[in-house]
């Protein structure tokens, strides 16, 4: 089993800290930051994810992924996020190479699409008609040019903007997350355990980790979903973006 996954990367920055007082200049919190902790996040999180449920996974992903930084300032002790500081988020490159890349050795692509610029709508067509299994992650409107792919994966947000351009033929593919409700699909709700929640940051990668594998594995979508599910009810009960 082989997987490719096509999207953009960052290094996700947890910081956290403690916050005891008021800054005496201005009414502002005063952070103390005791721990740091760095990952590769975006489509890199995918690809460890599908790496860590023993998959073989190649990543197609811009170069300079180190140099965009998204930093998180966390309260250690109520893990509140006091603030988010994204750097070099204009940098993001675009892809190049569709035409290098051996689509046939893979039994499923994920397009893992931040909609940053690294993926246009071309190119997400174009891959759709290299490859029969395309699982796309987008945050993008969806429109035509996302009908090649397999399985389409939006959150609830994401669905609510893109509703008035999902064609009939759509909806038969579409996958709509929904935090801590599960997932929805085909108007069928996959409920997932209440649990405690400590950090969504890259559940939604996990969740599509998850799918693809039990899929490629099974060929079963209502199974894959329910692992899917389960898969990412075990990392949002931990801190940062983490893999199962």
């Given at each position: 089993m082989k997987v490719l996954?096509?999207?953009?990367?960052?290094?996700?920055?947890?910081?956290?800290?403690?916050?005891?007082?008021?800054?005496?200049?201005?009414?502002?919190?005063?952070?103390?930051?005791t721990e740091t902790l760095t990952n590769p996040g975006m489509a890199k999180n995918v690809q460890k994810n599908i790496q860590s449920l023993g998959v073989d996974a190649d990543l197609c992903t811009n170069k300079n992924w180190e140099r965009i930084k998204k930093t998180r300032y966390i309260d250690y002790r109520t893990n509140y996020m006091f603030m988010r500081l994204d750097e070099n988020d204009n940098l993001y490159e675009k892809f190049e190479g569709i035409d290098d890349i051996d689509f046939l050795k893979y039994d499923a692509v994920i397009l893992s699409d931040y909609n940053k610029g690294f993926l246009s709508e071309e190119d997400i067509h174009n891959i759709g008609i290299k490859h029969d299994c395309i699982?796309?992650?987008?945050?993008?409107i969806l429109g035509d040019w996302c009908d090649l792919s397999k399985y389409i994966k939006i959150n609830k947000?994401?669905?609510?903007?893109?509703?008035?351009a999902v064609a009939p033929q759509m909806k038969e593919k579409l996958i709509v997350t929904l935090g801590s409700s599960g997932c929805c699909y085909k108007n069928k709700i996959y409920p997932v355990p209440k649990v405690e929640i400590k950090d969504l940051s890259g559940a939604g990668d996990t969740f599509i980790a998850g799918l693809v594998v039990k899929y490629v594995e099974t060929k079963n979508i209502k199974k894959s979903l329910i692992y899917a599910n389960e898969c990412a009810t075990?990392?949002?009960?931990?801190?940062?973006?983490?893999?199962i």
């Open positions: 996954v096509i999207g953009e990367s960052c290094n996700d920055i947890f910081c956290y800290g403690t916050c005891d007082r008021l800054c005496p200049e201005v009414p502002v919190p005063v952070f103390n930051p699982f796309l992650d987008t945050k993008k947000y994401e669905f609510e903007r893109s509703k008035h075990k990392v949002v009960q931990k801190r940062g973006v983490s893999t």
